[in-house]
């Protein structure tokens, strides 16, 4: 089963504002993945972090490896309106496959 | 193609029938997987290969299914008996390394089994 737990689950957002989505654990990683899905697409890779406290941009996108290990965050900043989907975090298992969290969407606000 | 390509996009299957998915990774990508995907949950893990060797096949929820990668490039998930519960989307991903996390993904083939 799943052991990513991700929030919130959903999100609404107005353009311009800036996103903040996270992804905890209970065990230690050493990697931390951040991927998009669009509808009807694959996830694609946003962001991937390799050591505690790591800090990378992608662009509008920052995310950030948890000292503990054991979280990561996600954050957009000034979002458009192409930044709608579901995101997921995801980390490796024992085979290179990948073991993902339940994802975060993100909609436009009515 | 450039990229993972996967076929057929949707397949509708009635319950009981066989279905065969088809997944093309990208020209020189050793490792191969793939995933099902439920509505409203992240991608769970079925299989593994390593060119033409399956070294992973704990995700497979029963033995109804069964995938192959007989020349280690393109790869056939296949589902018998197909079942309510089968319904998800498939999709399958390749890397270039083993153990690389840097897998780049199909667009899936959206499995309806009514």
Known sequence: GQQLNQS?????????EDVSMNCTSSSIFNTWL???????EGPVL???????????SNGRLTAQFGITRKDSFLNISASIPSDVGIYFCAKPGSQGNLIFGKGTKLSVKP | GAGVSQSPRYKVAKRGQDVALRCDPISGHVSLFWYQQALGQGPEFLTYF?????????G???DRFFAERPEGSVSTLKIQRTQ???????????????????????????????
């Not at chain 1, 951040?34 to 009807?40: F, H, N, S, T």
């Not at chain 2, 390593?50 to 704990?58: R, T």
């Open chain 1, 8 to 16: 919130p689950q959903s999100m609404f957002i107005q353009e311009g």
């Open chain 1, 34 to 40: 951040w991927y998009k899905q669009d509808p009807g």
């Open chain 1, 46 to 56: 946003l962001i991937a972090l390799y050591k505690a406290g790591e800090l990378t």
């Open chain 2, 60 to 62: 497979l929820p029963s």
């Open chain 2, 84 to 114: 309510q519960e089968d319904s998800a989307v498939y999709l399958c991903a390749s890397s270039l390394a083993p153990l690389n996390t840097e897998a780049f993904f199909g667009q899936g083939t959206r499995l309806t089994v009514v």
């Open chain 2, 50 to 58: 390593q060119n033409e060797a399956q070294l992973d096949k704990s």
